[in-house]
T-cell receptor
């Protein structure tokens, strides 16, 4: 299983873009980059995923480098409700084995 | 749809007792998993299943048993509870090749005294 490296914590001002980086240098060709977040002690929530191309949905954008060794999750206009732990995970979807790392704690400040 | 339903939401056990945490999903998902989350830590995979009758160990399987007799249900059994198993347990399900990953339940808070 490819592993990911994320900064343990980040701050962001409310209304500004939050850019959360993730390194996954050992990612395989058939593995996707998934992002989840966990607000307080709730169950994790799916945000977005991608393989090679950049992706955008109503929650966030995902930028994946051309060599696929790193990615950035972008929350375009962070709100206080975006304060959470954000997990970057490499997952193929074939094995069913979804492994979480330590994630990044994002604190959005007024 | 109810999604992923976990019962009970809270449980206190005495050391050495056994119990089963229940997990059910109504989305006809093939994949199901159990995680534990200790205070201030990330989620760790206990056991997972890619279909009825198929289970496999995750990162921290010791002290836990699972079975998957139906697509809908994936119970987690604690054989002889220990204080080290005090944690929040999350169940999750996915449609396998789903491009939306896993859907998580709301968790079971277990305290072993």
């Amino acid at each position: 299983d490819a592993k990911t490296t994320q900064p343990p914590s980040m701050d962001c001002a409310e209304g500004r873009a939050a850019n959360l980086p993730c390194n996954h240098s050992t990612i395989s060709g058939n593995e996707y980059v998934y992002w989840y977040r966990q607000i307080h002690s709730q169950g994790p929530q799916y945000i977005i995923h991608g393989l090679k191309n950049n992706e955008t949905n109503e929650m966030a954008s995902l930028i994946i480098t051309e060599d696929r060794k790193s990615s950035t999750l972008i929350l375009p206009h962070a709100t206080l409700r975006d304060t959470a732990v954000y997990y970057c995970i490499v997952y193929s979807g074939n094995t069913g084995k979804l492994i979480f790392g330590q994630g990044t704690t994002l604190q959005v400040k007024p | 749809n109810a999604g992923v339903t976990q019962t009970p939401k809270f449980q206190v056990l005495k050391t050495g007792q056994s119990m089963t945490l229940q997990c059910a999903q109504d989305m006809n998902h093939e994949y199901m998993s159990w995680y534990r989350q200790d205070p201030g830590m990330g989620l760790r995979l206990i056991h997972y299943s890619v279909g009825a009758g198929i289970t496999d160990q995750g990162e921290v399987p010791n002290g836990y048993n699972v079975s998957r007799s139906t697509t809908e249900d994936f119970p987690l059994r604690l054989l002889s509870a220990a204080p080290s198993q005090t944690s929040v347990y999350f169940c999750a399900s996915s449609s396998g090749q789903s491009f939306y990953g896993y859907t998580f339940g709301s968790g079971t808070r277990l305290t072993v005294v």
